[in-house]
């Protein structure tokens, strides 16, 4: 019997909660199966939260999700929820990556068996990781840039520590993967726009100091633009991409259309004492309740969670699941990125398959 695992759990607004219990649903199964307890501690925090104490996060609970296995998030936001000076009320981005010192921002990209992304591109060929350096970039300027009534103006900032801990990060994590579908060759990929701005020529630099430390790892640049480009021509050559956060913002994206969309993507936010998984898509508040949510990028993120927290065997069964459920047509996605016969549906197909 192995011991029990504490989870926090925030269960966020719009879809999220009922994203939450998907995912719970299935951990609970998948626990089940590997002699193993999931504690669940709540964790209160988002845009409905706000509304009600004036706070994004219940106090001291950076604190309490230092001292648990993980933190399992579901996405926050709602539109109408906003602070005094007409922002959104209730992110939590700024507050847990930066209160956690949640550097490393993990988005696996993997295109599954009988889903059809928007590519010519099929199962095996699209199988990558984008890391997103987590703390600092052009979004260090949240809340923070200078305005006037005929300009503004936000700062990007990169650092060499900031730089050379991430890139150890997609290093690291390079060797314990396949390698790139095309070749199997382990390969991470520095992605800046170095050739226009100087942030990203340090970046470049600091990337080569560390890559000199990997030579069973290749390394490699690409400039955003052609990034871009490649990660729709030929995904299959890339293994782990490398990138400051606002890039790694959009080229995520990007890649979620490559395999289904949005709700196919967990994500996992990663620091030295503290982790939190969320799905990279937000709380779509115009469906929540309505059991029409894509539950896979939440439960997905679980099994990221599991992997963390050194329960590789239960991680891989979860995902096994979920492959095997698309796999043999008992999930399908809809042409609108959410799942034939609604989350509760998708739900119980995955938990039948653990």
């Keep these: 019997m192995q011991s029990d695992m504490r989870l926090g759990v925030l269960r966020g607004d719009g879809i999220g909660p009922e994203l939450v219990d998907s995912a719970l649903g299935v951990l609970e199964a998948v626990a089940a199966a590997e002699g193993f307890a999931v504690r669940v501690e709540e964790v209160p925090g988002g845009a409905e939260h706000y509304r009600r104490t004036g706070e994004p996060l219940e106090p001291g ?102 730089v050379r801990r991430v890139a150890r990060f997609a290093f690291e994590l390079a060797r314990t993967r396949s390698g790139a579908p095309s070749d199997g060759r382990h390969r991470v990929t520095c992605v800046d726009k170095s050739n ?27 400039y955003a633009d052609a990034a871009a480009h490649a990660l729709v021509a030929e995904p299959e050559r890339f293994d782990v991409l490398v990138m400051e956060n606002f890039l790694g913002d959009i080229l995520s994206d990007l890649g979620a259309a490559t395999v289904g969309g949005l709700g196919m993507c967990a994500s996992g936010n990663i620091g030295a004492t503290a982790a939190y998984f969320e799905p990279i898509h937000g709380s779509a508040p115009t469906i929540a309740g309505r059991d029409l949510a894509n539950p896979v990028s939440q439960v997905l993120s679980a099994g990221m969670l599991l992997e963390h927290a050194g329960r590789g065997a239960a991680a891989r069964r979860l995902r096994g699941a979920v492959e095997r459920a698309f796999a043999d047509g008992a999930v399908r996605l809809r042409a609108d990125g959410g799942v034939e016969g609604g989350t509760r549906a998708a739900t119980e197909a995955i938990v039948a398959r653990v």
Excluded: W
């Excluded at 926050?76 to 007409?86: A, E, I, K, N, Y």
């Excluded at 068996?113 to 199988?127: S, Y």
């Excluded at 560390?210 to 640049?221: G, I, L, R, S, W």
């Design 61 to 162: 609970a950076l604190d309490r999700v230092r001292g648990l296995d993980g933190l399992l998030k579901g996405p926050v936001g709602l539109p109408d929820v906003r602070r005094p000076d007409g922002t959104e009320g209730g992110l939590l981005g700024g507050v847990l990556r930066t209160g956690l010192d949640a550097y490393a921002n993990v988005r696996p990209v993997r295109l599954l068996p009988g889903v059809t992304g928007a590519t010519r591109h099929g199962p095996g060929e699209i199988d990558y990781v984008i890391v997103r350096e987590n703390t600092e970039g052009l979004y260090l300027s949240r809340g923070l840039g200078v305005v006037t009534p005929a300009a503004a103006c936000d700062q990007l900032m990169v650092t060499r520590e900031g």
């Design 196 to 222: 226009v701005l100087r942030s990203y020529a340090l970046f470049r630099e600091v990337f080569d100091e560390v890559a000199a430390d990997y030579p069973d790892v290749a390394a490699e640049h690409r």
